[in-house]
């Protein structure tokens, strides 16, 4: 084993740790700063009531958040140790945007499915997404994949790589699929039937929540692919290369800031006094 490779393995035994012990932060109980953010995002009033009810879902949406990262940077570290290298690039990016939105999503599918116990009940109004969310998680991500449909073909001819490139476009098109369905999911999810007051504001915000996750997740890997996607269109060699790179990498710092600015916008979905608005007082959580 080269001196190379032989670093690159402890580097990954390095993060492996890093990993686990990551894993094992999100699967501890739900903290009280996270409980207060959802209460003052969404406005609604955490109660005993709806308490096993919003505590699972914010502890599962992070588990599966936490796993597809997690495994993302597994996947881009084995790839660099069986290549004896080591990159932090575009690439790097967009494989753990990747891995992001997946566990997002999947966290989202699973929540949806398996939340809360006993008969079920529809909506007698039709859910529609403005109501616990901007517009923004539904264009912004269409733009984006009508973009990658245009760049996907120049960038291929240009760099020579329609492997590469196909992959790119595949991972805007599959995230904006993915983004569409799970919303859908979302806002057809059945709430527990007969529930009191809190329970119904619970999973709205709940809903609202998601919504802005999963759209955050979804701007951030598809706008970063399509920016690795604007990147290769320019890129030629020497200087100019890690200029355009470097460049590259700037403007997907500014979509990861407002990306996470949009999925962690407040959203109100339950209009109550301020007795109620601020953050849950000092106290067990149920």
Known sequence: MTVVALA???????????GLATVLVSLAPVARPRLDRFVTRTGVRF?????PYVLDALARTMRWRTAGVVLASAIWLAWDVLHETLT????TGVVLATGFLVGSVVGEVGSAVTRGSGPRTASLAPRRERDYVGSWARTWPAVVAALS???????ALVRSDPVGAALLVAIVLVAWAAGRGCTRLILER???????ADVVAADDGLRSRALHAVGGAVVLAGSWSAVT???NLVRGDGARDGVVAGGALLLMAVVAWWAWRRATAPFLVVDLSPVVTGPVQDGPLA
Not at 8 to 18: D, G, K
Not at 88 to 91: E, I, P, S
Not at 149 to 155: D, I, S, T, Y
Request: glycine letters at 6%; proline letters at 8%; hydrophobic letters at 65%.
């Open 88 to 91: 932090v690039g575009n690439y």
């Open 47 to 51: 109660t005993a009531a709806n308490a």
């Open 8 to 18: 690159l393995v402890m580097i990954a035994l390095a993060a492996l740790v890093v």
């Open 149 to 155: 449909l245009v760049l996907g073909p120049v960038a």
């Open 190 to 196: 059945p709430r527990p039937a007969e529930a009191d």
């Open 229 to 231: 996607l604007s990147a």
